[in-house]
C-alpha cells in the first residue's frame, strides 16, 4: 500500500507535471486500467495498492504507450 497524501507532495511526481488536484483521478483511471488493486481511505489516510511488483507496472505502461 502506499499512502497518496506522500504521492501528493513528491516532488518526482510534480517532475511528471502531475498536479495534487488530479493526482486522485489518475490513481482511478489506473485502477481502471487494471494497474491498482485498490484505493481506500482509512482515517482520513488515502492509500493504493498495486496489482503488480513496480517494473511490471513500467512495463505494462510502457507496452501500451507504444504506438500500434
Do not use: C
Not at 37 to 46: G, L, M, P, V, Y
Amino acid at each position: 500500500m502506499y499512502e497518496v497524501s506522500k504521492a501528493e507532495s513528491n516532488r518526482h511526481f510534480a517532475s511528471l507535471l502531475w498536479t495534487p488536484d488530479k493526482i486522485l483521478a489518475a490513481l482511478y483511471e489506473l485502477r481502471n486500467l487494471g494497474v491498482i488493486s485498490k484505493i481506500s481511505e482509512i482515517d482520513s489516510f488515502r492509500q493504493f495498492t498495486t496489482k503488480f511488483e513496480l517494473s511490471e507496472v513500467v512495463r505494462r505502461l510502457a507496452h501500451d504507450a507504444k504506438p500500434s
